[in-house]
Each structure stands twice: as structure tokens, then as C-alpha cells.
Nanobody
Framework: QVQLVESGGGLVQPGGSLRLSCAASRSILSINAMNWYRQAPGKERELVAT???????NVRESVKDRFAISRTYAQNTVYLQMNSLKPEDTAVYYC?????????WGQGTQVTVSS
């Protein structure tokens, strides 16, 4: 099992930046993949970015020129760097871990982009 704790959300003006963090309770090298999802009001949850155990990354096409996923082994933490934020990026952002055959979720962190 793994517990995930997200942080770093908040209110930001359009064009601003935020870095979300996801701290895992075990080594992220033991986890098949770590993902960031988001869910806007009235919309389905969507995959934003993935980083695999081997370090391969994939970012949603619609945000790949503004968002980046990374990790640090020492802190067992995965990050989502979000730049040039837009109002349509407003959502609850969730960290997800694929471990063995199970999926684990964090509690989510709210990101609001508004002037």
C-alpha cells in the first residue's frame, strides 16, 4: 500500500505558476507509475501527467507546453510544475499511484486560476 499527500494548490492569477507536490509513504521507485489527474466542476477526471518507475514522462497534449512532471527520490515526492496558468486549469488535482495491480489516490488539492 501507499499513502499519498498532495500540497501546493491555491489561488493564482492567470499567467501565474504553481508547483504541486505529492509525497508518497514509500519509495517511489517501488511504484510502477505516478500520475497527476485533475477534475474540474461538472467534468470527468482527466489524466494530466505520468512518470514511470523508469523515469519516462508523458504530459497531456493540451498542457504539455506549460506543465511538467518530475520527482525526487530522497523525498519520495513527485511534482507537477504548472506555468502560464489559465482559468480552464481550475480543478482539483489528484495524485495517483499505480502499485502492483492497485490504484491509490491522494485527497486532492484545489487549484483556482482567477483574477
Amino acid at each position: 500500500q501507499v499513502q499519498l499527500v498532495e500540497s501546493g494548490g491555491g489561488l493564482v492569477q492567470p499567467g501565474g505558476s504553481l508547483r504541486l507536490s505529492c509525497a508518497a509513504s514509500r519509495s517511489i521507485l517501488s511504484i510502477n507509475a505516478m500520475n497527476w489527474y485533475r477534475q474540474a466542476p461538472g467534468k470527468e477526471r482527466e489524466l494530466v501527467a505520468t512518470i514511470t518507475r523508469g523515469g519516462s514522462t508523458n504530459v497531456r497534449e493540451s498542457v504539455k507546453d506549460r506543465f511538467a512532471i518530475s520527482r525526487t527520490y530522497a523525498q519520495n515526492t513527485v511534482y507537477l510544475q504548472m506555468n502560464s496558468l489559465k482559468p480552464e486549469d481550475t480543478a482539483v488535482y489528484y495524485c495517483n499511484a499505480e502499485l502492483e495491480r492497485n490504484q491509490y489516490w491522494g485527497q486532492g488539492t484545489q487549484v483556482t486560476v482567477s483574477s
